[in-house]
């Protein structure tokens, strides 16, 4: 169900997100992608932001090895966990490159601008270059610097209550209507 024209499990996650305070840690999402291979890979990414009612933004490396896994299957799923709920929310969707960034990286502080002229993620780190490296405010965005679209198709929240664990699904195709499932 829609309230306030966004989906009732963004309530719940911003319910948790509040509890949780102002820790960085608490932006930090999972973000599982499968290989070439059809290998499982995950990382730990940080979440900055919604696109969209149900579309999370995330800052990525174009020569991370991510992208490729992208471009071989857009399908993708994130795991956020809550310590002081106990919540965990697992969304299942699709990922792509938002073309339009430059807004995005106009926000970045100029250190943060900095690392996206660093060598390739993987790399030996360089710290003569890495160390030094400056971006005057004026500097055109990196070409390495990509915005990541995940547009959510389900949510899956876990409760880790006591005695019994609650669980809840909404999927897009169902106009996220909350229900209850087994944990």
Do not use: C
């Amino acid at each position: 169900m829609l309230e306030n024209n966004l989906p009732s499990w963004r309530q719940n996650l911003k319910s948790s997100q509040k509890k949780e305070g102002k820790l960085p840690s608490t932006k930090w999402i999972q973000l599982a992608t499968v290989s070439e291979k059809n290998e499982p890979r995950l990382r730990t990414v940080v979440f900055r932001g919604w696109h969209k009612d149900s579309s999370m933004i995330i800052f990525t490396d174009r020569r991370s090895e991510k992208i490729e896994h992208i471009k071989y299957n857009p399908n993708a799923e994130i795991l956020w966990f809550f310590l002081k709920t106990k919540s965990q929310f697992r969304f299942k969707g699709k990922i792509s490159e938002l073309s339009d960034n430059k807004n995005y990286w106009d926000k970045l502080s100029e250190k943060s601008k900095s690392s996206w002229f660093w060598g390739s993620p993987g790399e030996k780190i360089n710290p003569k270059v890495q160390s030094t490296y400056e971006v005057l405010s004026n500097t055109p965005k990196s070409e390495n610097f990509i915005v990541l679209n995940f547009e959510i198709d389900s949510v899956d929240l876990l409760k880790l209550e006591q005695p019994i664990h609650k669980r809840y699904l909404w999927e897009k195709i169902k106009k996220w209507e909350k229900i209850e499932i087994n944990p």
